[in-house]
C-alpha cells in the first residue's frame, strides 16, 4: 500500500496527467461518489487510482499533508488521535460512506490523527491537488464534501459523548456494529488488539467485556483475530448511542444525497441507505419523518 502511494506522488510530481484506472458508475461502492450525476463524476474519474490496503495499514500519520485523498469501497479505517504520553483512542470510524483526506479541499494542511485501517480493504486514491480542482468545478461535489464533513462531526460529538458517560461493554458493542456495518461479515475479521486501540483501554479490559458479551448472547465465540456476533442481541447491548447516531447520519444522507437509479444502495442500517430493492423507498420514507 504504502508503495502504491509514493508511487503514485511521484507520478504527479513528475507531471504524469495519464488516468491510471477509471471507476465506473456500474458497482461503485462508495457512497459517496455513487450520488454524483455522470458529468460530475467525471471530473474525477480521470484522476483516480485503484488500491487496496491491508488491516493495520497506516493511510495516514499525525502530522503528515492531508494528500492524497480515498474514496473508499469496502474495509473500514479508524482514526486514532494520538495522546502525548503515548496512548492513543478512536475518534471517528469510515468505510464507503466517507472519503480519507476529504478536508483537504480547504487547501494544503496537516493531519491531526492518524488514519489505520482495522479492516482490509479497496479505495479509489486521487491528489489532493486534482480533488480540489473538481470541487472547484462542482456544486455536486461541494454538497458530497459538506454533508460528509457534518456526519463526520456529528460522529465525532457521539463518540466524545459516549466516551465519557458510557460503560466500557457498551461502547464496545457500538465499535462492533459500526465495524459491521461497513464490513458485514460474521464473524468479524478483528482482532482484541484492535477493538482496545479503538476504546482506548488494556487488552485485559478487552477480555474482560469480551466475556460479558459472551455471556449475554451478543458475540457466541471470538478466538484468532474472528469474532462471531449476534447483531440483534449486540444491538440490545450497545449503548443508546449507537442508535442515535445512526440514525441522525441516515436522516443526513438520505435527505442530502439523492441515489442515482443505477446506483448500488446501501444498507439502511449501515450509514445513509438500504441494501436490496427497496433501498430507494425505504431512503424515501425516512426522509419524510
Request: proline fraction near 4%.
Amino acid at each position: 500500500m504504502l508503495d502504491e502511494i509514493n508511487g503514485y506522488r511521484r507520478s504527479l510530481d513528475a507531471g504524469s496527467r495519464e488516468s491510471i484506472v477509471t471507476v465506473h458508475r456500474t458497482g461503485i461502492g462508495n457512497r459517496l461518489l455513487a450520488t454524483l450525476p455522470p458529468a460530475d463524476l467525471g471530473l474525477l474519474t480521470p484522476y483516480f487510482q485503484k488500491v487496496s490496503f491491508e488491516t493495520d495499514a497506516v493511510l495516514v500519520r499525525s502530522g503528515d499533508e492531508l494528500d492524497p485523498v480515498y474514496f473508499p469501497h469496502s474495509g473500514a479505517i479508524a482514526f486514532m488521535l494520538d495522546m502525548p504520553d503515548g496512548q492513543s483512542v478512536a475518534t471517528t470510524l469510515m468505510g464507503r460512506e466517507g472519503a480519507l483526506a476529504s478536508f483537504s479541499v480547504l487547501g494544503p494542511s496537516l493531519s491531526s490523527v492518524t488514519a489505520i485501517a482495522r479492516m482490509a480493504g479497496t479505495a479509489s486514491m486521487i491528489s489532493a491537488a486534482k480533488f480540489r480542482a473538481a470541487y472547484a468545478q462542482s456544486a455536486a461535489i461541494r454538497n458530497v464534501v459538506q454533508v460528509h464533513a457534518r456526519a463526520v462531526l456529528l460522529q465525532l460529538q457521539h463518540v466524545a459523548a459516549c466516551n465519557a458517560l458510557h460503560r466500557v461493554d457498551g461502547r464496545l458493542a457500538r465499535w462492533l456494529l459500526q465495524l459491521h456495518d461497513r464490513v458485514p461479515d460474521n464473524p468479524l475479521p478483528v482482532t482484541q488488539e484492535a477493538l482496545a486501540q479503538l476504546l482506548g483501554v488494556r487488552r485485559t479490559t478487552v477480555t474482560l467485556t469480551m466475556s460479558k458479551l459472551r455471556e449475554a448472547g451478543a458475540v457466541p465465540s471470538d478466538r484468532r483475530g474472528f469474532i462471531e456476533i449476534d447483531r440483534a442481541r449486540l444491538e440490545r447491548v450497545a449503548c443508546d448511542c449507537y442508535a442515535l447516531m445512526q440514525r441522525n447520519i441516515d436522516r443526513m444522507y438520505c435527505q442530502e444525497l439523492s441515489l442515482q437509479p443505477a446506483n448500488r444502495p446501501f444498507r439502511q442500517s449501515a450509514i445513509g441507505a438500504s441494501e436490496g430493492a427497496d433501498g430507494e423507498s425505504r431512503c424515501a420514507s425516512r426522509a419524510g419523518k
